[in-house]
């Protein structure tokens, strides 16, 4: 097992893509399940805090150190298995998701969720419950995830599968490999009916699997993933339309977004019924500009559209695609179509490179990442939008907006060019995180709340449900070593 010091060795697992720094004594590279019980008991005997970090692509700071130790995951990196027949993968937690899509896919297979960072680590993304463009059709990783080995900080581990354990009613038994028992009361909170990364997940006669799934790294580190999976699909539609007014391309995504529930509803295969629907505005199409030269200059907003398909009912497909465009005024001839499997991949990467130019910004102006990750229910997105816009606009501040708008779920991306702009900014996100709140939606659709967002989870779920969290962890980590800090202040935890 390598363990790093030094300083210019470490530096890299000290930071994420949100901008977060840290700071700790050394990095350990596990490679079996004994080396991180070795780790675990050492740092039991020390009262040594542990950071667990994947790829460190988050962007909540929840693999950013503050002190103690770093366990790496990256040389946990096998694909155990992978079964055709029963359509089911086995990874260790630091495999890299784009790696896994490309043998999958050389497999004939398909793992939908599809977080837009293809360079996360699985384990990271089923400890965020990540979740992407795909989500509209598909849910988040946690519709996935079947089967989890968990390592704990006693150094017992955990081997859950879907469908073998369940609450009853709040109350849920856990059993490790040394067949100790451990009981957890789980807090009885409103779950948002929009798309959800906060905390952990606590529901009433819940699969027991699904309290690791988000758990950001407190609980346990994951040693072994099994994942769901599908038959690769036969044929993707895939376009990017562009609009010259915004209102147009809000319409046309409530469009497409009800004629998809209505399909889904009435198991209909030859209308439209979207796998990713996203929306583009018009300072992101800017931003992209000198990227994209082929964007229309009068464009005031653009729109993703993916939908699988089949060769037989494609022409019915675009044909009804092509009919919503022109209802709303879509530019039709500017738009850009996917007519290969190359085509569809710079489409792909369209999508994904808003996200990078973001980070780029921030991190050449040295701040943190103010992004929103928040989603609000389908009825109240069009007013929250505006609202956060003009308060944005109000402020003199530069943004750009893109998103999961099937999922009615924004990043409201503001790029501030100086401390005071900063500090402007991070009043209006605090201000945007709790309206999402208290509208019935979510502070944290997708990306969790890690070091930087823990003040929204008390106002999401009050007091005694995020105390009853904390003796969650409690249970499993009494010590008090793991992911500290993460997801609650360390002073609500003692």
Same mark, same amino acid.
Request: aromatic content about 10%; proline content about 3%.
């Given at each position: 097992?390598?363990? @790093?010091?030094? /300083?210019? %060795?470490?530096?890299? !697992?000290?930071? &994420?893509?949100?901008?977060?720094?840290? #700071?700790?004594?050394? *990095?350990?590279?596990?490679?079996?399940?004994?080396?991180?019980?070795?780790?675990?008991?050492?740092?039991?005997?020390?009262?040594?805090?542990?950071?667990?970090?994947?790829?460190?692509?988050?962007?909540?700071?929840?693999?950013?150190?503050?002190?103690?130790?770093?366990?790496?995951?990256?040389?946990?990196?096998?694909?155990?298995?992978?079964?055709?027949?029963?359509?089911?993968?086995?990874?260790?937690?630091?495999?890299?998701?784009?790696?896994?899509? @490309?043998?999958? /896919?050389? %497999?004939?297979?398909? !793992?939908?969720? &599809?977080?837009?960072?293809?360079?996360? #680590?699985?384990?990271? *993304?089923?400890?965020?419950?990540?979740?992407?463009?795909?989500?509209?059709?598909?849910?988040?990783?946690?519709?996935?995830?079947?089967?989890?080995?968990?390592?704990?900080?006693?150094?017992?581990?955990?081997?859950?599968?879907?469908?073998?354990?369940?609450?009853?009613?709040?109350?849920?038994?856990?059993?490790?490999?040394?067949?100790?028992?451990?009981?957890?009361?789980?807090?009885?909170?409103?779950?948002?009916?929009?798309?959800?990364?906060?905390?952990?997940?606590? /529901?009433?006669?819940?699969?027991?699997?699904?309290?690791?799934?988000?758990?950001?790294?407190?609980?346990?580190?994951?040693?072994?993933?099994?994942?769901?999976?599908?038959?690769?699909?036969?044929?993707?539609?895939?376009?990017?339309?562009?609009?010259?007014?915004?209102?147009?391309?809000?319409?046309?995504?409530?469009?497409?977004?009800?004629?998809?529930?209505?399909?889904?509803?009435?198991?209909?295969?030859?209308?439209?019924?979207?796998?990713?629907?996203?929306?583009?505005?018009?300072?992101?199409?800017?931003?992209?500009?000198?990227?994209?030269?082929?964007?229309?200059?009068?464009?005031?907003?653009?729109?993703?559209?993916?939908?699988?398909?089949?060769?037989?009912?494609?022409?019915?497909?675009?044909?009804?695609?092509?009919?919503?465009?022109?209802?709303?005024?879509?530019?039709?001839?500017?738009?850009?179509?996917?007519?290969?499997?190359?085509?569809?991949?710079?489409?792909?990467?369209?999508?994904?490179?808003?996200?990078?130019?973001?980070?780029?910004?921030?991190?050449?102006?040295?701040?943190?990442?103010?992004?929103?990750?928040?989603?609000?229910?389908?009825?109240?997105?069009?007013?929250?939008?505006?609202?956060?816009?003009?308060?944005?606009?109000?402020?003199?501040?530069?943004?750009?907006?893109?998103?999961?708008?099937?999922?009615?779920?924004?990043?409201?991306?503001?790029?501030?060019?100086?401390?005071?702009?900063?500090?402007?900014?991070?009043?209006?996100?605090?201000?945007?995180?709790?309206?999402?709140?208290?509208?019935?939606?979510?502070?944290?659709?997708?990306?969790?709340?890690?070091?930087?967002?823990?003040?929204?989870?008390?106002?999401?779920?009050?007091?005694?449900?995020?105390?009853?969290?904390?003796?969650?962890?409690?249970?499993?980590?009494?010590?008090?070593?793991?992911?500290?800090?993460?997801?609650?202040?360390?002073?609500?935890?003692?």
């Amino acid at each position: 097992m390598i363990v @790093k010091k030094e /300083k210019d %060795q470490i530096q890299d !697992y000290l930071k &994420d893509a949100s901008n977060t720094e840290g #700071f700790c004594d050394a *990095v350990f590279f596990p490679e079996s399940v004994k080396d991180l019980q070795d780790i675990f008991k050492a740092a039991d005997e020390k009262k040594i805090q542990i950071t667990v970090s994947g790829n460190r692509t988050g962007l909540t700071g929840a693999a950013v150190p503050k002190g103690g130790i770093v366990i790496s995951t990256a040389k946990l990196n096998k694909i155990i298995e992978i079964n055709k027949e029963e359509k089911f993968v086995v990874v260790e937690p630091g495999v890299l998701l784009s790696d896994l899509i @490309k043998e999958l /896919k050389s %497999q004939n297979l398909y !793992y939908p969720p &599809d977080p837009t960072e293809l360079n996360c #680590f699985i384990g990271g *993304v089923v400890a965020t419950n990540a979740s992407g463009s795909k989500s509209f059709k598909y849910g988040a990783t946690r519709s996935f995830v079947s089967g989890l080995e968990i390592l704990l900080p006693t150094g017992e581990l955990l081997n859950l599968q879907r469908g073998e354990n369940y609450a009853d009613s709040y109350e849920i038994t856990f059993q490790t490999d040394k067949e100790r028992l451990i009981e957890i009361d789980l807090p009885e909170i409103e779950i948002p009916v929009t798309k959800n990364a906060a905390g952990f997940f606590c /529901k009433k006669n819940m699969d027991a699997i699904d309290l690791f799934i988000g758990s950001e790294g407190t609980l346990g580190v994951f040693t072994k993933i099994k994942l769901s999976l599908l038959d690769y699909p036969k044929s993707i539609f895939s376009t990017v339309i562009f609009f010259n007014e915004e209102m147009n391309a809000l319409n046309f995504i409530h469009d497409a977004r009800e004629f998809s529930y209505n399909s889904r509803k009435k198991n209909r295969k030859n209308t439209i019924n979207a796998t990713a629907l996203e929306f583009f505005d018009k300072n992101s199409l800017k931003f992209l500009k000198n990227n994209y030269t082929q964007i229309p200059t009068n464009a005031a907003g653009a729109v993703w559209f993916e939908q699988e398909t089949s060769p037989e009912i494609e022409e019915l497909l675009i044909n009804s695609i092509a009919e919503l465009i022109e209802k709303h005024n879509g530019n039709f001839n500017d738009s850009w179509l996917a007519l290969t499997e190359k085509d569809r991949t710079e489409i792909e990467n369209f999508r994904h490179s808003i996200s990078a130019k973001v980070n780029e910004y921030i991190t050449s102006h040295n701040f943190r990442k103010l992004g929103t990750d928040i989603a609000v229910p389908d009825d109240k997105l069009f007013n929250f939008y505006f609202q956060v816009v003009n308060d944005v606009k109000k402020n003199n501040l530069n943004y750009v907006v893109y998103g999961h708008f099937g999922n009615s779920h924004l990043h409201l991306n503001m790029l501030p060019k100086n401390n005071i702009e900063f500090m402007l900014a991070q009043n209006l996100y605090r201000q945007f995180c709790e309206d999402a709140i208290n509208l019935g939606g979510t502070f944290s659709a997708e990306h969790g709340v890690g070091k930087n967002k823990k003040e929204y989870l008390i106002k999401m779920y009050g007091a005694e449900a995020v105390k009853k969290m904390i003796g969650i962890k409690k249970k499993f980590d009494s010590e008090l070593l793991l992911g500290i800090g993460n997801v609650f202040d360390t002073e609500e935890q003692n």
